[in-house]
């Protein structure tokens, strides 16, 4: 199993241009979660899915949209990026029943520049 | 608001000594409590803490919550320079289980 994939993996943007990231599983998990991480601010949660074709709003969603069509994908977009959106954006997932956390992606290391 | 504050947030220590991490947290409907270490990409499970199981242990690592205080520790014993890793506590809690993360302590053990 690939378990949670997350490309690309590195990525450089202009001010203003827009990007989608993307994030595949393949445990047939309902969850699924998109969050950013900062030099010392830990992982704050963007957006989240409860299963597919639903979207909610997390901690910083602001300057983010998410999309998940198909249950084993979860879509990240920029519409236009600013420098404040460098940062390392990790996609987790879970199953409904699974306490133990999630399973995070390798996350994508993203610089607006 | 949920919220995770973890203490202290960097940790200088010399191969061998012990070390004592700490969470504390105000969620809604509690659920869970997490540790996961994180070295160069995504963070690693290490102990999930719950009403019914407030202490783990897994070689020279342990955790012990207390749903009293709030709060939880993660000690470590014997460090090693492996040892070296942003520890972040996380909490669930809520209808949909979302995990708050804290801002993480850095640990870095000198040999």
């Known amino acids: 199993n690939a378990g949670v994939t997350q490309t690309p993996k590195f990525r450089v943007l202009k001010t203003g241009q827009s990007m989608t990231l993307l994030c595949a599983q393949d445990?047939?998990?309902?969850?699924m979660y998109w969050y950013r991480q900062d030099p010392g601010m830990g992982l704050r949660l963007i957006h989240y899915?409860?299963?597919?074709?639903?979207?909610a709003k997390g901690e910083v969603p602001d300057g983010y949209n998410v999309s998940r069509l198909k249950k084993q994908n979860f879509l990240l977009g920029l519409e236009s990026a600013a420098p404040s959106q460098t940062s390392v954006y990790f996609c987790?997932?879970?199953?409904?029943?699974?306490?133990?956390?999630?399973?995070f992606g390798s996350g994508t290391r993203l610089t607006v520049v | 608001e949920d919220k995770v504050v973890q203490s202290p947030l960097s940790l200088v220590v010399h191969e061998g000594d012990t070390v004592t991490l700490n969470c504390s947290y105000e969620?809604?409907?509690?659920?869970?409590l997490l540790w996961y270490k994180q070295e160069k990409k995504a963070p690693t499970f290490l102990f999930m803490l719950?009403?019914?199981?407030i202490e783990k242990k897994s070689g020279r690592l342990s955790s012990i919550l207390d749903k009293k205080e709030l709060s939880s520790i993660l000690n470590i014993t014997a460090t090693q320079t492996g040892d070296s890793a942003i520890y972040l506590c996380?909490?669930?809690?809520?209808?949909?289980?979302?995990?708050?993360f804290g801002k993480g302590t850095l640990l870095t053990v000198n040999p």
């Open positions: 987790a997932s879970r199953d409904t029943g699974d306490l133990h956390g999630y399973t």
């Open positions: 445990m047939n998990h309902e969850y």
């Open positions: 899915s409860v299963g597919e074709g639903t979207t």
């Open positions: 969620v809604t409907n509690f659920r869970s």
């Open positions: 719950t009403s019914s199981g």
């Open positions: 996380a909490v669930g809690g809520g209808s949909n289980y979302k995990l708050t």
